[in-house]
């Protein structure tokens, strides 16, 4: 069992950053696959970016890759979303996941879900 919590959300102008955590508590947390999806009003939810258990592979869509970094500490069981440059159709509620998905952009194959952060880009 693993439980997950997102923090680091809130409001920026278009062009500025902001980092995102997803922090983990439960059993070996360095033994899961985690990714990041958002979804935005009106809209089904979509995939950002992956990164393997180890942090050695990481994948991200086209529409933040260049922009988007993603990374984990394993040793304190946080992963982090460094997002820079970014733009009004960022604006969503990002949502953290942890599992052994069979495909990295496939959200319903992940096991373990947060609750949510929302970021809001203005023009």
């Known amino acids: 069992q693993v439980q997950l919590v997102e923090s680091g959300g809130g409001l920026v102008q278009a062009g500025g950053s902001l980092r995102l955590s997803c922090a983990a508590s439960?059993?070996?947390?360095?033994?899961?696959?985690m990714g990041w999806f958002r979804q935005a009003p009106g809209k089904e939810r979509e995939f950002v970016t992956y990164?393997?258990?180890?942090?050695?592979?990481?994948y991200y869509a086209d529409s933040v890759k260049g922009r988007f970094t993603i990374s984990r500490d394993n040793a304190k069981n946080t992963m982090y979303l460094q997002m820079n440059s970014l733009k009004p159709e960022d604006t969503a509620i990002y949502y953290c996941a942890a599992g052994w998905p069979g495909t990295a952009v496939a959200g319903h194959e992940y096991d373990y879900w947060g609750q949510g952060t929302q970021v809001t880009v203005s023009s």
């Open positions: 990164i393997n258990w180890s942090g050695g592979s990481t």
């Open positions: 439960g059993r070996t947390f360095s033994n899961y696959a």
